[in-house]
């Protein structure tokens, strides 16, 4: 009986570890279960961005990005008329658009949120979307996300920091996820082809402080296609000197359907306005053909455009940055080269 005992409690200690295992493995893909069942209900809301008139291709890239996650997603159309509602309408991967006229109100979308029952909110970024994102994540009760350049997973995203320059893997355990779409860092989804419903939605009209009030808008009288969106951008820098040499720039761009741009030190300088500044506190750029004229390379500068598909630089000094980021650069004097280039065009 002793010899059996001590066996018995052998082979209880050998089949311990197996246990062990065993019920490790099942913790495991029960866990691997309750991801996979989250993927798959994750259900996204994209707030669509527009100028009044029109929707922003911006949208048209964060509803890529809600594709990550559900290859269908809703869109609130808020504060713009029924013709841009039908503009989202139409874009694909789209299976319902919400639409009010007034602007509403931060709780007002967070209600709308909560009732739809939505596990994201995606939103591209922009002067409009930095204003009222966070104080609808505010009333959601939960931190936004900001300037996602990647989706991983349902509760992981990449974004960048230290002017682009790093990047930062953010998990978050947040009962809903609202986050801000860099357009640049996704492809946009067709405009065209998709035939979702649209349908009004009740919610809470903003009052005032929260309702802006709309002062005036102006821009240039330019013909040539806006900054963000434009296939080609030509950018001068401190190289240019004047304000008048930014006509060479412009006669290049407009024979390559261009938009023209501007570095910082342009823009302080007082060479151009405000409206054409890309980089870190400009815009943010990422066109296929991207030529930096007379601009150094500065890393605030870099964050706006070193997403471009082809960057072409050309500068007289062989020791810019820019040459470190470009595809092709040209060491020359600029008021030689620009005229010669837009003559054989």
């Known amino acids: 009986m002793r010899v059996f005992s001590v066996l018995s409690a052998r082979a209880k200690e050998s089949a311990e570890p197996a246990r062990h295992r065993r019920r490790m493995l099942r913790r495991a893909s029960n866990a691997l279960r309750r991801r996979a069942a989250t993927a798959r209900a994750a259900s996204t809301l994209v707030l669509a961005d527009h100028d009044g008139a029109n929707m922003t291709p911006s949208t048209l890239a964060a509803l890529t990005a809600a594709g990550k996650l559900n290859p269908k997603s809703a869109v609130l159309v808020a504060g713009a008329p029924a013709a841009v509602a039908e503009q989202a309408s139409k874009a694909a991967g789209v299976t319902a658009v919400f639409h009010v006229a007034a602007a509403p109100s931060a709780k007002g979308i967070a ?52 002017a682009g320059n790093a990047l930062a893997t953010v998990k978050t355990q947040q009962a809903v996820t609202v ?37 005036s808008a102006s821009s ?11 296939r080609v951008v030509v950018s001068g820098g401190r ?17 390559l359907g261009g ?3 501007a570095s910082r030190a342009a823009v302080d300088a007082g060479m151009v306005p405000n409206e054409l500044q890309v980089g870190q506190t400009g815009k943010v750029v990422a066109p296929e053909l ?19 598909k082809t960057i072409v630089a ?3 000094d062989k020791e810019a940055p820019i040459f470190q980021v470009a595809d092709y ?17």
Not at 134 to 150: F, H, I, K, Y
Not at 290 to 308: E, F, R, T, W
Not at 329 to 345: H, T
Request: aromatic share 6%; hydrophobic share 45%.
């Open 314 to 316: 050309i500068n007289k």
């Open 179 to 215: 986050a801000t779409v860099r357009a640049t860092a996704f492809e946009k989804v067709a405009a065209a082809g998709g035939a979702a419903s649209v349908e009004p939605a009740a919610i809470a009209e903003a009052v005032a402080p929260e309702l802006a009030e709309h002062v």
């Open 239 to 255: 190289g240019m000197k004047s304000g008048e040499n930014f006509a060479m720039l412009e006669k290049l761009a407009d024979k």
């Open 220 to 230: 240039g009288d330019s013909t040539r296609p806006d900054l963000t969106a434009a």
């Open 329 to 345: 650069g040209l060491v020359a004097d600029l008021f030689d080269a620009v005229p010669e280039l837009e003559g054989k065009l």
């Open 259 to 261: 938009a023209v741009g």
């Open 111 to 162: 209600d709308f949120v909560t009732k739809g029952s939505y596990s994201h909110v995606f939103a591209p970024v922009s002067n409009n979307t930095k204003d009222f994102v966070p104080r609808v994540a505010a009333a959601l009760g939960v931190s936004p996300v900001t300037d996602v350049c990647e989706v991983i997973s349902e509760d992981t995203f990449v974004r960048p920091f230290y």
């Open 290 to 308: 991207y030529i930096a004229v007379g601009i150094s390379g500065a890393i605030q500068h870099l964050s706006g455009m070193k997403d471009s």
